[in-house]
């Protein structure tokens, strides 16, 4: 195979780099377009499942569907000014991420953190650290006490990642400060939850804390298990790239390691184009409102897609089979148990 033949890697392809500069830019208008189209809405939608409760509190679950819907778009905002990418001043990306990050119980300077350092260990088995689903090799888990493969167990459980363990996530474990935490980190969180501590005094003392919690218990709900459930996919899919460090490529676990989740359009739009995954992954400086254009216009990204239908194939996924580069469920531990005993008799001296 001569040079001009033989196949090149992702990373020795168009030169990405000069790709992703055309996109790196942020557009105030279209930035304030997408508050009055995600935050704005999400609290007026509040303000009218209040108003609904008058009617049937049946009207006011049902109004609790779109509702989340904002939420999870006013999420992406929030998850944009992390980035930096969603206003071109950083003090307008700071106070804007702060105000959608106590919207969606999230403090910002300690989320901006934890994702930072998941864009930068995505897809490394070395480097499993923070901001991931918690993914077990076959070997690992083979190699568990007990007690820690009954946690992980549950834990896998698709009832447990997008019900309560996406509810308390957000709920609990983002209001308690982490030891790794920075000064900023720490403060951030005190920050979000005396503001949360706020409204919540503001509610009772207005509208009542129990007509409040029917309103916020059901969109926090919806909206934290669909959030989970859209990061879950994108890196938890059919061939998804997985290296260990020293073969670890910060393109291929962007391009073959964060998932294109083509959606309809009316859930790509609540979901702020974050479907196109694997274009964040590479540059997260791309604001979500020019993703959708960087894939139309450039074919190194038109990479296999996922649609709703094919995702329902992840919530098998419970194993990283690090042998054959896959993702396994847990009826695979059965058989690798078996592999690893044969390779054992193989192993020993002829008597």
Known sequence: MTAATKPRRAQEGPNWRQIVARYQKSDVRRAVGQIFTSVVPFLVMMVVMYFSLRVSYWLTLLLAIPTAGFMVRTFI????????????NRKANDVVGFITGVLTFTPYFRWRHAHAVHH??????????MGD?????????LDAPRWKRVAYRIYRNPLMIF?????????????????????????????????LLLIFVAAGF?????????????????????????????????GVYWERHQNWSYVDAALKGSS???????????????GFHHIHHLSPRIPNYYLEQAYSENELFHVKPITLRSSMQSLKFRLYDE????????????????????RAVAAQPAA
């Open 120 to 129: 930068a260990t995505a897809g490394d088995l070395d480097r499993r650290e």
């Open 323 to 342: 042998e054959h580069h896959r993702l396994v469920g847990f009826g695979y531990v059965k058989e690798a148990r078996k592999l690893r005993a044969a």
């Open 163 to 195: 019900t309560v363990g996406a509810w308390l996530s957000f709920l609990v474990l983002q209001r308690i400060p982490n030891p790794k935490d920075g000064k900023r980190e720490r403060y951030s969180i005190l920050w979000t939850d005396l503001a």
């Open 206 to 238: 207005t509208i009542g804390m129990g007509d409040f919690l029917r309103i916020l218990l059901p969109t926090f709900f919806i909206g934290t298990s669909v959030g989970v459930w859209l990061f879950y996919v994108q890196h938890q899919f059919e």
């Open 260 to 274: 294109y989740y083509e959606l309809p359009k009316i859930l790509q739009w609540f979901s702020g184009n974050i």
């Open 77 to 88: 905002v929030f998850h944009d000014c992390g980035h930096g990418s969603f206003f071109p």
């Open 133 to 141: 689903i918690w993914t077990l090799t076959v070997d690992e888990y």
